[in-house]
């Protein structure tokens, strides 16, 4: 044991490979699947509403393992729950792929979820763990190129699959990255004392089920909220108060029992509680863009999937220039100046964005992604490096996993939030703009007659009138629904800067070091 720990203390990086490849298979698993959900609807018989299940149940199941991430470590070790989950998550892959019904894919995907819910925050803690706090840039850089370029490719390489192969694809390329993933980390991760197997841990099953009923609730309401008029439904309500009563005795018996599912107690510590808070509000902005920019393009601007994409590239691009560049320059520049010029580039480009218009170019779509997607290389990676700077290693787990968790429910409650706002701001634009449509509006008018004259060789004049009426309607709905992802994205924008003045009070981890 002692000659692997020197071995691996050596070679830091050996560690990147098994939890790049897992990372990356369970942040890609979380997009690749949704450009797809049409085509499984169509195999399975459902509705498109039935089919977001597939989606939900998924979320649900991840987001419980995420924050017992530590309790499991210490039942099994951390090294035996990482190889078993990535087993797990493999193996439901596969089911996945040969689900056929509806019900079978459900319960697929939910034991895809629990095997990869504690993927992602071992993954980053054992990294953390192996980097000397000084070489924990370059290494979460590394890490960082594989969380932001997941999600991108994700679309994209669904679209592809599914129209060149068929949607069980998209779940079967898992298997062999799985396969090599375990190998890889049997051969190069190990354990540290504090990280393996423990004796006599308790079970802390009232938090369990606590936890479980919370997250369930929760994840249920942001997900259908929307649809059901939120709190005009009534099993809205039931569920919202569920999720709140859930919550708060979940955190009460995680505070008064010594022997609980998680350690609270790392919120104590400034740098963490600051640094993931500036955390929830960039996953927030992050998914909630993700999800509102391919609706513009397809619904408004009739780009195909594949193509809206690609559209999405340059912020896959701008990200790995500046994660490259975050990389060389984190051991130069304050860590915080980093995460502030990042904010900065984030809060620019959504606000470009809100330049939007229905005859804007594909150039000018890119540019202000590729400067979005420099602002998450700039900022992402100092910001995890600065949040966990001050915790020690054996906390290291827990706090991952907490933190992941927090970071999935700002992402689900910023996708959530946009939607709604999207729905309702259309609806508030079109009211203001149907306000000018008048016969005594002289635009209108000659708008709607110069619509109708284009009918006029087809159909009759009465006809003509009404399709040029429909017509002008129609561009009405398309200007109020621009008007609404514009108010989407510059929210976006103030967002990136209100959470700017956080950073200074943040600790620099190059000065603690130095002192």
Same mark, same amino acid.
Request: aromatic fraction near 10%.
């Given at each position: 044991?002692?000659?692997?720990?020197?071995?691996?203390?050596?070679?830091?990086?050996?560690?990147?490979?098994?939890?790049?490849?897992?990372?990356?298979?369970?942040?890609?698993?979380?997009?690749?699947?949704?450009?797809?959900?049409?085509?499984?609807?169509?195999?399975?018989?459902?509705?498109?509403?039935?089919?977001?299940?597939?989606?939900?149940?998924?979320?649900?199941?991840?987001?419980?393992?995420?924050?017992?991430?530590?309790?499991?470590?210490?039942?099994?070790? &951390?090294?035996?729950?990482?190889?078993?989950?990535?087993?797990?998550?493999?193996?439901?892959?596969?089911?996945? =792929?040969?689900?056929?019904?509806?019900?079978?894919?459900?319960?697929? &995907?939910?034991?895809?979820?629990?095997?990869?819910?504690?993927?992602?925050?071992?993954?980053?803690?054992?990294?953390?763990?192996?980097?000397?706090?000084?070489? &924990?840039?370059?290494?979460?850089?590394?890490?960082?190129?594989?969380?932001?370029?997941?999600?991108?490719?994700?679309?994209?390489?669904? =679209?592809?699959?599914?129209?060149?192969?068929?949607?069980?694809?998209?779940?079967?390329?898992?298997?062999?990255?799985?396969?090599?993933?375990?190998?890889?980390?049997?051969?190069?991760?190990?354990?540290?004392?504090?990280?393996?197997?423990?004796?006599?841990?308790?079970?802390?099953?009232?938090?369990?089920?606590?936890?479980?009923?919370?997250?369930?609730?929760?994840?249920?309401?942001?997900?259908?909220?929307?649809?059901?008029?939120?709190?005009?439904?009534?099993?809205?309500?039931?569920?919202?108060?569920?999720?709140?009563?859930?919550?708060?005795?979940?955190?009460?018996?995680?505070?008064?029992?010594?022997?609980?599912?998680?350690?609270?107690?790392?919120?104590?510590?400034?740098?963490?509680?600051?640094?993931?808070?500036?955390?929830?509000?960039?996953?927030?902005?992050?998914?909630?863009?993700?999800?509102?920019?391919?609706?513009?393009?397809?619904?408004?601007?009739?780009?195909?999937?594949?193509?809206?994409?690609?559209?999405?590239?340059?912020?896959?691009?701008?990200?790995?220039?500046?994660?490259?560049?975050?990389?060389?320059?984190?051991?130069?520049?304050?860590?915080?100046?980093?995460?502030?010029?990042?904010?900065?580039?984030?809060?620019?480009?959504?606000?470009?964005?809100?330049?939007?218009?229905?005859?804007?170019?594909?150039?000018?779509?890119?540019?202000?992604?590729?400067?979005?997607?420099?602002?998450? =290389?700039?900022?992402?990676?100092?910001?995890?490096?600065?949040?966990?700077?001050?915790?020690?290693?054996?906390?290291?787990?827990?706090?991952?996993?907490?933190?992941?968790?927090?970071?999935?429910?700002?992402?689900?409650?910023?996708?959530?939030?946009?939607?709604?706002?999207?729905?309702?701001?259309?609806?508030?634009?079109?009211?203001?703009?149907?306000?000018?449509?008048?016969?005594?509006?002289?635009?209108?008018?000659?708008?709607?007659?110069?619509?109708?004259?284009?009918?006029?060789?087809?159909?009759?004049?009465?006809?003509?009138?009404?399709?040029?009426?429909?017509?002008?309607?129609?561009?009405?709905?398309?200007?109020?629904?621009?008007?609404?992802?514009?108010?989407?994205?510059?929210?976006?924008?103030?967002?990136?800067?209100?959470?700017?003045?956080?950073?200074?009070?943040?600790?620099?981890?190059?000065?603690?070091?130095?002192?």
């Amino acid at each position: 044991m002692t000659e692997n720990i020197e071995e691996q203390n050596r070679n830091p990086w050996l560690a990147c490979m098994p939890t790049m490849a897992a990372a990356f298979m369970f942040v890609l698993d979380e997009t690749i699947a949704n450009v797809a959900l049409p085509h499984m609807a169509g195999s399975f018989s459902v509705s498109r509403e039935e089919s977001m299940w597939i989606l939900t149940f998924y979320l649900i199941a991840s987001g419980i393992v995420i924050p017992m991430v530590g309790w499991f470590s210490k039942v099994l070790g &951390r090294k035996n729950f990482f190889m078993l989950s990535i087993i797990l998550f493999t193996v439901a892959s596969g089911l996945c =792929g040969i689900s056929e019904n509806l019900e079978t894919m459900i319960f697929a &995907r939910i034991l895809q979820g629990i095997g990869g819910g504690g993927l992602l925050p071992i993954s980053q803690a054992i990294l953390l763990e192996n980097f000397k706090p000084q070489d &924990r840039g370059k290494a979460m850089a590394m890490f960082g190129l594989v969380i932001v370029m997941a999600p991108i490719i994700g679309p994209v390489l669904g =679209g592809w699959i599914t129209e060149n192969w068929s949607w069980p694809f998209i779940y079967f390329i898992n298997i062999p990255i799985g396969i090599l993933t375990v190998f890889l980390a049997k051969s190069l991760i190990y354990d540290p004392p504090y990280a393996q197997k423990q004796k006599g841990v308790k079970t802390d099953a009232f938090g369990f089920f606590m936890l479980s009923i919370w997250l369930l609730t929760l994840q249920i309401v942001l997900d259908k909220g929307n649809n059901a008029d939120w709190f005009n439904a009534p099993w809205i309500c039931w569920l919202s108060a569920l999720s709140c009563l859930t919550g708060i005795a979940f955190l009460v018996s995680q505070i008064r029992n010594k022997d609980s599912l998680v350690d609270l107690s790392v919120f104590k510590d400034k740098n963490f509680l600051i640094g993931t808070l500036v955390q929830i509000v960039m996953q927030a902005v992050l998914l909630a863009s993700l999800a509102i920019l391919p609706q513009f393009l397809q619904s408004l601007m009739g780009y195909d999937a594949y193509k809206s994409g690609l559209s999405m590239m340059p912020r896959g691009l701008g990200a790995l220039l500046a994660m490259v560049l975050c990389a060389t320059l984190a051991n130069l520049i304050d860590n915080r100046v980093l995460v502030m010029i990042g904010l900065g580039c984030i809060a620019t480009g959504s606000w470009m964005l809100g330049g939007l218009n229905l005859q804007i170019s594909t150039m000018n779509i890119g540019f202000p992604n590729f400067l979005f997607g420099v602002g998450l =290389g700039l900022a992402m990676i100092p910001i995890i490096t600065l949040s966990v700077a001050t915790i020690r290693n054996d906390q290291m787990t827990n706090a991952s996993g907490l933190q992941n968790l927090l970071k999935n429910i700002g992402g689900a409650f910023g996708t959530s939030i946009v939607a709604t706002l999207l729905s309702r701001g259309a609806q508030k634009h079109q009211f203001m703009l149907i306000q000018h449509l008048t016969d005594t509006a002289q635009t209108y008018t000659e708008r709607v007659q110069a619509y109708g004259s284009m009918f006029m060789t087809t159909v009759d004049p009465h006809t003509a009138a009404y399709m040029g009426q429909h017509t002008a309607y129609n561009l009405l709905m398309q200007q109020a629904n621009l008007s609404a992802f514009i108010d989407a994205f510059r929210i976006f924008a103030i967002a990136g800067v209100v959470i700017i003045p956080l950073i200074l009070l943040l600790k620099n981890i190059k000065t603690e070091s130095e002192a």
